[in-house]
């Protein structure tokens, strides 16, 4: 089992930055891929971003050169620096943890944090 504890959400001007941080317990946590999806009200949850446990990272269009995902392995943790941030990116953000970044959706979650950002 894998537990995880997002924390860092809130309430953003259009423009501004959040880092949203993800605490893992449990199982070896340098063996996870991890990944940020989200999910707005009336949509379905989608991937953010995703890192391997090695180096490879993966950003939704929507986000890429804004948000960055990094991991401290000695932390078991896991980020995302939110920068740039736009209304549309209003939604509850869920840590994942699974064996790759394509079976992420099939692992472990955490509660989940909302970010709100106005404009």
């Known amino acids: 089992q894998v537990q995880l504890v997002e924390s860092g959400g809130g309430l953003v001007q259009a423009g501004g930055s959040l880092r949203l941080s993800c605490a893992a317990s449990?199982?070896?946590?340098?063996?996870?891929?991890m990944g940020w999806f989200r999910q707005a009200p009336g949509k379905q949850r989608e991937l953010v971003a995703g890192?391997?446990?090695?180096?490879?990272?993966y950003y939704a269009d929507s986000v890429k050169g804004r948000f960055t995902i990094s991991r401290d392995n000695a932390k078991n943790t896991v980020y995302l620096q939110m920068n740039s941030l736009k209304p549309e990116d209003t939604a509850v953000y869920y840590c994942?943890?699974?064996?790759?970044?394509?079976?992420?959706?099939?692992?472990?979650w955490g509660q989940g944090t909302q970010v709100t950002v106005s404009s």
């Open positions: 994942s943890a699974g064996g790759t970044i394509a079976t992420m959706n099939r692992g472990f």
């Open positions: 449990g199982r070896t946590f340098s063996n996870y891929a």
């Open positions: 890192i391997s446990s090695g180096v490879y990272t």
